[in-house]
Nanobody, 113 residues
Framework: QVQLVESGGGLVQAGGSLRLSCAAS????????RGWYRQAPGKQRGLVAI?????SINYADSVKGRFTISRDQNMVYLQMNSLKPEDTAVYYC?????????WGQGTQVTVSS
């Protein structure tokens, strides 16, 4: 089993920045990808950014140039700059480990206008 714990969410004004962190523990041998997803009220959960074990990175078009995903050992981070009200959502980290996908509990990000 893999456990994921996110931190770093909160309330910020438009134009501000936040950094999300996610720590993985448990049987994390064989990580193939780490990512961030978000779900706004009334909407489906969608990909924000993903980084593979080989270092390939993909971003949702809506966050390109503003968000940066990075990783370190058992961690994955999401630096969010130039935040907009439409970035308001619950953000979830996810790890792909040995063919299974694990999710964190989510952290709320609220951007006020």
């Amino acid at each position: 089993q893999v456990q994921l714990v996110e931190s770093g969410g909160g309330l910020v004004q438009a134009g501000g920045s936040l950094r999300l962190s996610c720590a993985a523990s448990g049987n994390i041998f064989g990580i193939t990808a780490r990512g961030w997803y978000r779900q706004a009220p009334g909407k489906q959960r969608g990909l924000v950014a993903i980084i593979t074990s080989g270092g390939s990175i993909n971003y949702a078009d809506s966050v390109k140039g503003r968000f940066t995903i990075s990783r370190d050992q058992n961690m994955v981070y999401l630096q969010m700059n130039s935040l907009k009200p439409e970035d308001t959502a619950v953000y979830y980290c996810a790890f792909s480990v040995s063919g299974n996908y694990y999710w964190g509990q989510g952290t709320q990000v609220t951007v006020s206008s």
